[in-house]
């Protein structure tokens, strides 16, 4: 699904006005209605029997507000329309629906925080309404602002609230909040969704999001190439490797896993475990050989084998015997509990600058890279796919200022590589620029391991033959998907990187339908 920036909403309206001649008043009246339809969906008391608020900006996202109350009175709707911005800035269309809206005996309230009246008919209101700013607010709303007010008095509100287009406060290319935001049930964003719905914490206030059609010819929005987009069930069908019926286990990838250091011996095992379960047909696993019987005694498929170490971890003289396993494999995937020690760095950055095989570097493999970002650099025209979360990211250059979709895009298209930065809506970007950003997953998989899992699954596809980019965001989806069956099952408290592991088969059912 494409993820549409503000500018390029703002390119459509004027395309859709200016190019095809379809009134403006037309396209907030359609964008009204579906956030009428919304209030009264949310209702839970007869329209008869309800009290509403609408708040209002002098934008054509305060108009679609106007509108929208003049819709919830003619279904019986007791309601007020507050305007938190200045009336002499109402734009020509909010100017009309204003005049349409006072033709059915409701004014336009002027929005006064200090009135107690106002705020206890909001905050009693059973819907609310959220039409302050529209996709191009760019700059923090002052904490001592009326908009700061209204956006308390709503989040306050025993009511169930709807923003128009999107939440007030939400940054629409990014999903931050500046300074404050509306926290919304529902969202009724027009024509296509936006970045800020799907990512950062503009999730956490978006609540359940709704397109609306609001007469945009279609053929302009077909032709809206977006940078962003979710990731879907088909795409990640579409990147599953074919099963030859007559295949044999060398046909269906080589994986090798190098990681582990004493006191860190479940990531290996669990990355292992879970590129056997997503299909490998021969994973190695490379270890210290001071652990190397507790992970023999663990894998039943993986195949571990013990390399030289130093007091428990890694050490340089393992360079040979791993380069040499991994002429033979597909595939590495490096870091899973390797520990930090600059001997077993070193030995990371010397396999990334000597293999040209596709590399997936998670974890400690990520940290080795701080302070050595060229070695990334140096492998721009071979895959690499890095999985760190904000903090290892951080380690290595990435800057979240700018939210997580574009620092993850940036940092892909400066280093050369494919980045999944893993988090709440992880995000994978590309070397050409675009970023998939994943929607399943819960609370249930922030457990140490859970990115070990990853790992597995996303060295796994990749062993198999399936395109970088669709094996790291497909990897990520299906990761997801276990997690979120693993925790129906046994809830987000309770469930286990192993569980997620042991719930792969029902995501691989369902992706075969």
């Given at each position: 699904m494409k993820l549409a920036a503000s500018a390029q909403m703002r390119e459509l309206d004027r395309r859709a006005i200016q190019e095809r001649g379809i009134p403006s008043i037309d396209l907030m009246e359609r964008a009204a209605a579906g956030v009428a339809e919304a209030a009264l969906d949310l209702l839970s008391v007869q329209p008869g029997k309800a009290r509403a608020s609408v708040l209002c900006g002098a934008g054509n996202n305060g108009g679609d507000g106007i509108a929208a109350a003049r819709l919830l009175f003619l279904k019986g709707v007791r309601v007020r329309v507050f305007l938190t911005g200045r009336y002499e800035r109402l734009t020509a269309d909010a100017l009309e629906e204003t005049r349409r809206l006072s033709d059915c005996g409701v004014e336009l309230e002027p929005f006064d925080p200090g009135s107690q009246d106002q705020a206890e008919w909001i905050t009693a209101s059973h819907v609310l309404v959220d039409a302050m700013f529209g996709v191009g607010l760019s700059r923090e709303i002052a904490p001592d602002s009326a908009a700061a007010a209204a956006v308390c008095l709503m989040n306050q509100s025993r009511g169930r609230v709807v923003a128009a287009d999107i939440a007030s406060g939400v940054e629409a290319d990014t999903g931050r909040v500046l300074g404050c935001a509306v926290k919304a049930d529902r969202t009724v964003t027009f024509t296509l969704p936006k970045i800020g719905q799907f990512a950062g914490d503009g999730v956490l206030c978006s609540g359940r999001v709704e397109v609306r059609e609001i007469g945009i010819p279609p053929d302009l929005v077909r032709r809206t190439a977006c940078m962003v987009m979710?990731?879907?069930r088909e795409y990640v069908q579409e990147a599953l490797p074919p099963r030859k019926p007559d295949g044999h286990k060398g046909d269906f990838g080589k994986l090798l896993i190098v990681g582990g250091a004493v006191g860190y011996t479940g990531a290996p095992y669990l990355a292992a475990s879970a590129a056997v379960r997503s299909g490998c047909g021969l994973v190695y696993l490379g270890v210290p050989d001071s652990i190397w019987e507790i992970e023999a005694s663990r894998c039943g498929s993986?195949?571990?084998f013990p390399l030289a170490d130093r007091g428990g971890s890694l050490r340089?003289?393992?360079l040979p015997a791993i380069l040499e396993k991994l002429e033979g494999c597909d595939v590495l995937a490096i870091g899973p509990g390797l520990g930090r020690n600059e001997d077993t760095a070193r030995l990371v950055r010397e396999i990334l600058e000597r293999t040209e095989k596709p590399v997936v570097l998670d974890a400690d493999g990520i940290n080795a890279l701080e302070?050595?970002?060229?070695?990334?650099?140096?492998r721009r025209d071979r895959v690499t796919i890095l999985t760190p979360h904000d903090g290892e990211f951080a380690r290595v250059g990435g800057e979240l200022s700018a939210g997580r979709t574009e620092a993850a895009r940036r940092f892909a298209l400066r280093h050369g590589c494919t980045l999944v930065l893993k988090g709440?809506?992880?995000?994978?970007?590309?070397?050409?620029?675009?970023?998939?950003?994943?929607?399943?997953?819960?609370s249930g998989l922030a457990k140490?391991?859970?990115?070990?899992?990853?790992?597995?699954?996303?060295?796994?596809?990749?062993?198999?033959?399936a395109a970088p980019v669709r094996a790291a965001a497909g990897g990520?989806?299906?990761?997801?998907r276990a997690g979120?069956?693993?925790a129906e099952r046994l809830t987000a408290y309770c469930m286990t990187p192993d569980d997620v592991i042991a719930a792969l088969p029902a995501v691989f059912q369902e992706l075969a339908l």
């Open positions: 979710t990731v879907e993986a195949m571990p340089g003289t393992a302070g050595h970002i060229n070695t990334l650099d140096a709440h809506r992880t995000v994978t970007a590309t070397q050409a620029g675009t970023v998939l950003v994943n929607t399943n997953g819960s140490g391991g859970s990115g070990d899992v990853l790992t597995g699954i996303i060295g796994s596809l990749l062993a198999q033959g990520v989806w299906i990761h997801g979120d069956l693993a």
